[in-house]
């Protein structure tokens, strides 16, 4: 404890600060945004050495390698491919400079430290996390469903044994057309403007 407040003390440690929306234009992560599919920052935490950029597809991680170094590693999570999970904010205790959001995406854990006089931006980024999880959870019941559905009907059609070939085909054709529009469109979210807009207070 008494040299993580020596560090907090000393400035050595990387706690980030929330960066206000009029300089999004000047972080890293602004250049690694898709800007031609109306991708765009809600959210963005930069300390020394990262930035931890919540846009409405994504979280992009520009990963330092130290704060004097100019090397960096860009992350890309997408919504649509990694779930979030295990939202949780850690605040201070009385001597600590700093509180910690903590959440995982896919399989990666992340436990970002952030100033302490920012709690109320941090609660806003918690409850669209969170929020997101819970789309994402429900998102893939329907994709489950829909595939179960699927199954059944194609047995059903089995089963019907029907004589014209080219009515089984079109059958199979309209179900995997349905299929494909509930497993990959209607059951799989990919922009969360909505929640980002709801929860963030800029």
Do not use: W
């Not at 491919?81 to 850690?90: D, F, L, M, W």
């Not at 854990?109 to 609660?123: C, G, M, S, Y």
């Not at 807009?197 to 800029?202: G, L, Q, R």
């Amino acid at each position: 404890m008494f040299k993580k407040f020596a560090a907090e003390a000393l400035g050595l440690s990387d706690i980030g600060i929330i960066v206000s929306t009029k300089d999004y234009d000047k972080v890293d992560a602004d250049d690694y945004l898709f800007h031609e599919d109306q991708e765009k920052i809600y959210f963005l935490i930069k300390s020394k050495k990262d930035e931890y950029c919540f846009t409405n597809l994504a979280l992009i991680h520009v990963d330092g390698e130290s704060a004097i170094s100019s090397k960096r590693v860009i992350r890309r999570y997408d919504y649509s491919a990694y779930q979030i999970a295990n939202v949780s904010i850690e605040t201070a205790g009385t001597i600590d400079l700093d509180i910690e959001l903590k959440f995982t995406i896919g399989e990666t854990a992340f436990t970002i430290d952030v100033r302490k006089d920012f709690i109320e931006q941090l609660k806003d980024i918690y409850k669209a996390l969170h929020t997101i999880g819970k789309l994402q959870r429900k998102d893939e019941s329907g994709r489950s469903h829909a595939i179960s559905a699927a199954s059944v009907l194609g047995s059903m059609l089995k089963l019907n044994n029907v004589g014209d070939p080219t009515a089984v085909a079109a059958h199979y054709r309209t179900l995997l057309a349905e299929l494909n529009e509930a497993v990959l469109e209607r059951h799989m979210r990919k922009d969360f403007s909505a929640v980002f807009e709801k929860y963030i207070h800029a």
